[in-house]
C-alpha cells in the first residue's frame, strides 16, 4: 500500500515536468550523435584521402606535360599508384648518455662494459587552448608504379624513352613503370 502512495508523489506535475526535460535533453544529445557521426575524425580521414589523390593528381599532369614533349610520342596518358597516405613526423626531444666502465679481474684480464642509452621525448606546443605535438614535416606518399599509354609507345625507340624519362621523373625502377601503345596509335 506505501509504494502506491510513494508512486502518486513522483507523479506530481512538476516531477513530471522535470522527468521530461530529461528525457528531452538526453533525446537530443544523442540525435546530434548519431547525425553527425564523429565529425572530426571523418573529416581528418577525407582530407588525408583527398590530399593523396591530390598528389596522384599532380604527379599525373606534370608527367603527361613532361611525356608528351617527347618526339613521336603523340597524344600520352599517365596513372600513378602510390605506397600509402603521407606520414607525419612530429618533433621529439632525444636525450643520449654513454656509461663506459672498466676493471681488471683477478687473473689480469681487463673487462670494459659499455651502455648506451637513449630516451626521446615528443615535443609539444600549445595553441590556442589545446596543447599538440609539434610538426616537423609531412613526408609524401612513394610511387609504387607508373602505367603510361602513348599514341607513339608502338615505336621501340619511343618507348624506351618514355621508360627511362618516367625513370628519371619519378626515381623508381624500370619494372614499377608500365609503357603501353594507345589504342589507334602508330
Do not use: W
Not at 618507348?159 to 589507334?184: C, D, F, S, T, W
Request: hydrophobic share 40%; charged share 20%; aromatic share 2%.
Amino acid at each position: 500500500m506505501r509504494t502506491a502512495v510513494d508512486a502518486k508523489a513522483l507523479i506530481k506535475p512538476q516531477y513530471l515536468k522535470l522527468v521530461l526535460l530529461g528525457l528531452l535533453g538526453v533525446a537530443l544529445i544523442l540525435a546530434g550523435s548519431l547525425l553527425s557521426g564523429r565529425p572530426g575524425a571523418r573529416a581528418t580521414e577525407d582530407d588525408s584521402v583527398a590530399g593523396i589523390l591530390e598528389h596522384a593528381k599532380a604527379l599525373e599532369a606534370a608527367l603527361e606535360e613532361a611525356l608528351g614533349s617527347i618526339k613521336g610520342v603523340g597524344k600520352v596518358r599517365v596513372k600513378v599508384t602510390l605506397e600509402s597516405g603521407p606520414e607525419n613526423v612530429y618533433a621529439a626531444s632525444v636525450t643520449r648518455s654513454m656509461n663506459s666502465q672498466t676493471e681488471t679481474l683477478s687473473g689480469g684480464e681487463i673487462r670494459q662494459t659499455i651502455s648506451e642509452n637513449e630516451t626521446s621525448q615528443p615535443v609539444s606546443g600549445r595553441f590556442g587552448t589545446s596543447e599538440t605535438p609539434l610538426l616537423e614535416k609531412t613526408v609524401l606518399p612513394q610511387v609504387a608504379g607508373c602505367l603510361i599509354v602513348a599514341e607513339g609507345a608502338s615505336n621501340s625507340g619511343v618507348k624506351e624513352e618514355l621508360y627511362r624519362a618516367a625513370q628519371a621523373l619519378l626515381g623508381i625502377p624500370l619494372y614499377k613503370i608500365q609503357v603501353a601503345p594507345m589504342k589507334g596509335g602508330n
